[in-house]
Structure formats: C-alpha cells, structure tokens
C-alpha cells in the first residue's frame, strides 16, 4: 500500500524555487517524512528528514503541514544538476525504507 | 573511498546461471541494505542486516535469492538460475544502524542483464 502521493513529473525554471509537494494523509504519529532524490544512473541521495517542525539543511528545506498530512520540500534556487526523481517516503524508525515511483522533476535552462 | 561500493557495475549473464553480486558498505556501518529498481520504478526493498544477520528478509521474490553477510561488513547478494526477469539494477546501502535513522547510503548499483 502507498503510504505517499506525489505527482508524476514537475518542471522548474533554472534559479527558481521547487517546491515539491507529497501526501501523506494516513501518517501515523511516530512516523518521519523522509525525502531523498536519485539522478540518472546513481544510487538515491539522502536529502532531508522531519517529524513535526519545518527542517532545513544546505540542500533543502521541509515544510509538514500542522495535521501532518502532507509536505513540500522546496530546493530554494533550482539548478540543472538537481535534474532528478525525487521521493517522499514516511518512515517508522524500523528496519526498510520504502521507495514509490516518486516525481520527476526537470530542470530548465 | 568513503561510500559504498558495489561489484561488478555491470554483469550480463544468461538465462539459468548463477550470479553474485558485491557490496563494500561505509566502515563501520552496522546496517545494511538490498534493493532492486527495474527501468522507470522506485527502488524495491530486497533484505536488511544488522551486524551479520538478516533482520527482514520478506522482499526477496522467492528461494532462488539469497544474501549473505557473514563478518557483519561485506555482503553478496547470489541469485540462483537467474530468469529473464531479474534484470534489473540492484542497490546496496548501508546505515549507521542507530536507531531511528532513515538515513541511507547508497551505491551506485549493478546492473544485471540476463539474457
């Protein structure tokens, strides 16, 4: 069962922010929202985690609504490298980490 | 280096052989994980360690996988008669295994072609 919802596919002006939106409407309280992304041909790349408050690190920040529901991760001034498939994954703490199909998001000049 | 690192990058096999695949995690990582991803999909869970046994085996497809990590630092994956269908790119990571962290390290994968 998909425990996130994200759209398919996003474009995003170079040196614009991105904000990638993800739904989580069944998040139960001791799960995390984890995003991580995967260039072409790599292995996926952490980025950001959260519980509850808004996170920020020097890739990203993350945005959890007050119910928890959903989230954004927004990559503040969007480059040609950050060309990739993001995904959004709830997780426990427990043991696997559960990828979806995640979205697509391109870049462009 | 200090990630991981995966052998071979690339291995086309045929139909029916046996095949071992390699994963060299981040010293002293005491976590460790197997994932597949076929062409356009999200990586699929395969197996978890933690130290030298498997805490959740429940992604492997069936008997004919199987992975071993026998001194709690490098493990192999082995797929026995491979098909057609275990094409795919297979990726390890690996964790420092404290508890709560979500934070994986990923390889860059090895790319199983079975023809």
């Known amino acids: 069962d998909a425990k996130t919802t994200q759209p398919t596919s996003m474009d995003c002006a170079e040196g614009r922010a991105a904000n990638l939106p993800c739904n989580h409407s069944t998040i139960s309280g001791n799960e995390y929202v984890y995003w991580y992304r995967q260039i072409h041909s790599q292995g996926p790349q952490y980025i950001i985690h959260?519980?509850?408050n808004n996170e920020t690190n020097e890739m990203a920040s993350l945005i959890i609504t007050e119910d928890r529901k959903s989230s954004t991760l927004i990559l503040p001034h969007a480059t040609l490298r950050d060309t990739a498939v993001y995904y959004c994954?709830?997780?426990?703490?427990?043991?696997?980490?559960?990828f979806g199909a995640g979205t697509q998001v391109v870049v462009t000049p | 280096g200090a990630g991981v690192s995966q052998t071979p990058s690339n291995k086309v096999t045929e139909k029916g052989k046996y095949v071992e695949l390699r994963c060299d995690p981040i010293?002293?990582?005491?976590?460790l994980y197997w994932y597949r991803q076929s062409l356009g999909q999200g990586p699929e869970f395969l197996i978890y360690?933690?130290?030298?046994?498997?805490?959740?085996d429940s992604g492997l497809p069936n008997d004919r996988f199987f992975a071993v990590r026998p001194e709690g630092s490098v493990s192999t994956l082995k797929i026995q008669r491979t098909e057609r269908g275990d094409s795919a790119v297979y990726l390890c990571?690996?964790?420092?295994?404290?508890?709560?962290?979500?934070?994986?390290?990923f390889g860059e994968g090895s790319r199983l072609t079975v023809l």
């Open positions: 990571a690996s964790s420092s295994g404290s508890p709560g962290t979500g934070e994986l390290f």
């Open positions: 994954i709830v997780y426990d703490s427990w043991g696997k980490l559960q």
């Open positions: 010293s002293g990582h005491t976590a």
């Open positions: 959260g519980l509850k």
């Open positions: 360690f933690q130290g030298t046994g498997a805490a959740d």
